[in-house]
């Protein structure tokens, strides 16, 4: 299963964008979906994310400026950016534990990235 991950681009500092992740074909349980990020020669560290239920949870540096959420009826995680700053910049990847057949087990499963350039 790739996720389809778009919405990155080139914004200036106090911007906003939104990403989007959908798990495409018919997927017979997803899980807990995040977002993760890798900035230029770091580490792909944990943004946010959020279960099955809708609990989330947030890396400190976003808290109160990015909101997760998601359309189970789409397969869609979403993360919405405000008050982007330059240290924002990175690779955004969304992420899903999900359950593909009912004779599967749960994996996790990554989309392909996408750029957010956070301009000062």
């Known amino acids: 299963v790739q996720l389809q991950a778009s919405g990155g681009g080139l914004v200036q500092a106090g911007g906003s964008l939104r990403l989007s992740c959908v798990v495409p074909?018919?997927?017979?349980?997803?899980?807990?979906m995040g977002w993760y990020r890798q900035g230029p020669g770091n580490q792909r560290d944990l943004v946010a994310l959020?279960?099955?239920?809708?609990?989330?949870n947030y890396v400190d540096s976003v808290e109160g400026r990015f909101t997760i959420s998601r359309d189970n009826a789409k397969n869609t995680v979403y993360l919405q950016m405000n008050s982007l700053k330059p240290e924002d910049t990175a690779v955004y990847y969304c992420?899903?534990?999900?359950?593909?057949?009912?004779?599967?087990?749960?994996?996790?499963?990554w989309g392909q990235g996408t750029l957010v350039t956070v301009s000062s």
């Open positions: 992420n899903a534990n999900l359950q593909a057949r009912s004779y599967y087990v749960s994996q996790n499963y």
């Open positions: 074909g018919s997927i017979f349980k997803i899980n807990q």
């Open positions: 959020i279960t099955g239920s809708g609990s989330t």
